[in-house]
């Protein structure tokens, strides 16, 4: 456990020092804003779709270091992805930081975004990880606002 929250919080600074597609996507068909009252992380995310799969992603806003490095890692996991597999992904990481059990196909899926298990033992953070995951979700589904209030 240690050698993971090792890896953790190393992955979660360099994430937010260098956060990856941090930029406002001029040819989004796609957005949505997310906003975590209890913390203060708010954040925009921008989806180009085409042939409902996930072309482009990018968000831009501020917040603390986890929800910036789970936005950061969320584009880079959906990048590509077909809509369903996306969902699916949401889910999973959903399950995962939240205590809930999920299956093995799932843990596969989830590949370095279980780095995030951990968090599941600081409830307040758990809508620190969520909220970029939310909020892409939202933008999947033609939803503009997301609050985790
Ligand atoms: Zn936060």
Redesign the pocket.
């Known amino acids: 456990m240690s050698e993971l929250s090792e890896l953790y919080q190393q992955v979660i600074l360099d994430h937010n020092k260098k956060p990856r597609n941090f930029r406002k996507l001029e040819s989004a068909n796609h957005s949505a804003e997310g906003y ?1 009252p ?4 708010h954040l925009t995310v921008y989806l180009k779709l085409e042939d409902d799969a996930v072309k482009e992603v990018t968000f831009e806003g501020s ?5 910036k490095a789970a936005a950061s890692m969320m584009t880079q996991a959906v990048k590509g992805k077909g809509k369903q597999d996306a969902e699916a992904l949401f889910a999973a990481f959903h399950r995962m930081v939240t205590g809930e059990a999920y299956e093995a196909s799932a843990s596969d899926l989830l590949g370095n975004l279980k780095i995030f298990e951990g968090v599941r033992e600081f409830p ?2 758990v ?3 969520t ?1 970029p995951w939310h909020t892409m979700h939202a933008a999947l589904n033609n939803k503009e606002l997301v609050s985790t209030e």
């Open positions: 975590n209890l913390c203060g992380d917040g603390c270091a986890i929800s307040v953070r809508k620190c990880a909220l």
